[in-house]
Each structure stands twice: as structure tokens, then as C-alpha cells.
């Protein structure tokens, strides 16, 4: 695989590329699959190491596809999974852990999260995690779709939370208020889901059609898909795991580590997609 210069840094010391792959909606229909897996694997020639799924996804449908894709690659790859809040307890993490392992055929997921918070006490959750991890079925654990309040009380019982996947485009940017700076302040790395708000409204704006206008990478003149995302990895300390299920959509996608938005640029996204000027709950789809 190849190597990409942009990347984020867990507490640990890990280093991750900036840029991974999402694979929600995955694996639902069979005259995709072989589409969707030469995707993944493109990525993974590209360096796009890490891929995000979760037993949520299709039934572990998802997963299923994920573990087929990077059959006889599992070095290559930095694996992300997700528990539901309602398996989050102490012997529900111990279950669908090994569950997810299967339909991934792995032995251990890199990066374990909870999906959201439940009803289950965090204090237990977190338990279940280091039992996880001390067992060695995963190497980390973190969260998703928690706001600033929610981490810091993740924060007071447990020290080793790392990361926090949240919904975060241009159309999103409510986080910019306060969650994403408190995230890097604890070394917390954010995971950008959604980024190119899945596909839709966005990707068709008349802002995001002239800056992509203004634009080249190796493969010809910028895609406003593109200038999401070289939006969303402008930030320090944020991996974006845009999904796509074609190999020639997953090439775009990487070719947008090309792209350096100007100040100009960013000034005309700021206009169309204001910023957030007081706080305001954290959006989750
Ligand atoms: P994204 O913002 O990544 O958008 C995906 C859509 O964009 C698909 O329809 C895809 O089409 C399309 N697309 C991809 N590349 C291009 C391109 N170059 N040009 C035009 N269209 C493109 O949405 P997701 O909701 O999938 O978010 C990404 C990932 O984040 C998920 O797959 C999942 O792993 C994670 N996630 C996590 C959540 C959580 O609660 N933790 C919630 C939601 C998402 P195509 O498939 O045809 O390529």
C-alpha cells in the first residue's frame, strides 16, 4: 500500500492516515459486492488503512463484507467496529465483540466503539472495553455521537478513550464550537462521519461546484466531493471515513489529499455554510 502524508495521531502514539473509508449501507445487495469489495481493496492500495464499520450496519452484513474484502490483507488495514448501547454492558461488549470478529474473520479490531450512549452506565462500559483489550480482542476502544458534556464524563472513568466519531461536514459544524477543540485538547482524535453530507445537496452547491471549478488534482479538474473533503481534513487532528462503493469514486476520494483550499476558498464556504456561533447539541444521524 501506498503512504499517506496526511495523518492524525492517537494518544498511544499510533499514526493513522487522515483519510479512511466508511462502509454504512455495505454488503445490503448482492449485484454490488463485487463493486463494493474491489473499493475497499482500491483503498487499501491507496492507503486508506483504516476502515470503519459496525455490527449495526446491515445486521453485520457490513462486516461480513469487510471481513471478505481485507481476507489475507488484515496486516494492511486498521480496522474500526462499533457496539450497540444496547450490548454496551459487561457481558454484552464480551458478546458482540466476538461476533463482530467472526463475520469480520479477524481476530482483533483495532479500534472498538461505542456506537452511542445508552442506557448502560459508562463507568461498565468502559469495563467491558479494558476487559476486551486486556484479553487482546481489541487494541482500543473509544466512542461516537458524543457531545462535550458526554466526554467528559467518559473522560472521569476512563483515561483511554481514543477517539470520538461524530457527524462532521460543512452542512454540520456545530462542533466547531467547542467539541472538536476539546477533543484535541485531550488528544482524542476526531472521526468525521458524513463528510460529504452522504452523497446529496451538497456535493451539487453552486459554491462547491465554482472552488472545485478552481481546482486540479492528478485526475483532472476538482469534484465538489473533492472539496468536501479537503474541507473536513483542512483541521488538525480530524480522519475522515467518507464511503464509496466504486472504485472510481474511491480514487476521487483519495486525490482530494491533493487539494490545498485557499483562504479565498474558505471564506466563500464560511459565507454559504456559516460557522456555529453559539452551542448547540450534537447533530447525529
Ligand atoms: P458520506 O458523507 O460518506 O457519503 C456517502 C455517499 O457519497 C454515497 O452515496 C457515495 O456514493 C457518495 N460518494 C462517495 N464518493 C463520492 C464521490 N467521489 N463523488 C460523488 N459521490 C460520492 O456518508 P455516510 O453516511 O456513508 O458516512 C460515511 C461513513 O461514516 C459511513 O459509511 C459509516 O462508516 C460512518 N457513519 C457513522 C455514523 C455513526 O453514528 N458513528 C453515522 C453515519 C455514518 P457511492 O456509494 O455510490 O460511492
Redesign the pocket.
Known sequence: PEDIQKTVKLKNGTELPALGM?????GDRRDRRSDEIASLRAGIDLGLRVI???EM?GSGRSEDLVGEAIEGRRDDVYLVS?VLPSNASFQGVQKACRTSLRRLKTDVIDLY?L??RGGVPLEETVRGMEALRDEGLIRDWGV??FDTDDMEEIEEVGSDCMAN?I?Y?LEYRGTEYDLLEHDASRGIVTMA???????GDL?KHRVMREIASRHSTSLGEA?T??IALAWVLRRENILA??????PA?LR??AASLEIGLTDEDLAALDEAFPPPHRKTRLA??
Not at 22 to 26: A, F, H, K
Not at 193 to 199: A, F
Not at 241 to 246: E, G, H, L, Q, R
Open positions: 466508511g462502509t454504512w449501507n455495505i470503519d464499520t459496525a450496519y462499533k466503539l456506537h452511542w461516537s455521537n466519531q457527524l461536514s462521519y458524513s463528510p460529504l453530507g452522504q452523497g456535493l469534484t466531493a473533492q471515513i467518507p464511503k464509496a462503493s466504486s469514486h476521487e476520494n447525529m444521524l
